[in-house]
């Protein structure tokens, strides 16, 4: 079992920057990848970036790529999505979640990006980025 809190949204102008960040439980941390996915008013949740279990491979929509950095501290049980150069249209509640990749299953981004394979989520954090 993993519980997952996120921190960090909050209210920021457009060109500002936030870092959100994902607490997580448990001790096999180390073997989840990590993702953020995000939500719209009025819209499906997407995702927006991931990195993987052994920290050697980030991915990211194509809508952040260049803007947003995850990273992941394994050592705290905690990942990071910075995000720079924040647009109106990244206003969203931002979660965080988890996923144990079995054995077998390939590491691309179609599978990273798929929340339905995750298998824990967090509450969720408000960004609202103003113009």
């Known amino acids: 079992q993993v519980q997952l809190v996120e921190s960090g949204g909050g209210l920021v102008q457009a060109g500002g920057s936030l870092r959100l960040s994902c607490a997580a439980s448990?001790?096999?941390?180390?073997?989840?990848?990590m993702g953020w996915f995000r939500q719209a008013p009025g819209k499906d949740r997407e995702f927006v970036a991931a990195?993987?279990?052994?920290?050697?491979?980030?991915y990211y929509a194509d809508s952040v790529k260049g803007r947003f950095t995850i990273s992941r501290d394994n050592a705290r049980n905690t990942v990071h999505l910075q995000m720079d150069s924040l647009k109106p249209e990244d206003t969203a509640v931002y979660y965080c979640?988890?996923?144990?990749?079995?054995?077998?299953?390939?590491?691309?981004?179609?599978?990273?990006?798929?929340?339905?394979?995750?298998?824990?989520w967090g509450q969720g954090t408000q960004v609202i980025v103003s113009s």
């Open positions: 979640a988890a996923e144990r990749r079995p054995p077998g299953r390939p590491e691309t981004l179609a599978v990273v990006a798929n929340e339905r394979l995750y298998d824990y």
């Open positions: 448990g001790r096999t941390f180390i073997f989840y990848d």
């Open positions: 990195v993987t279990w052994r920290g050697g491979s980030t």
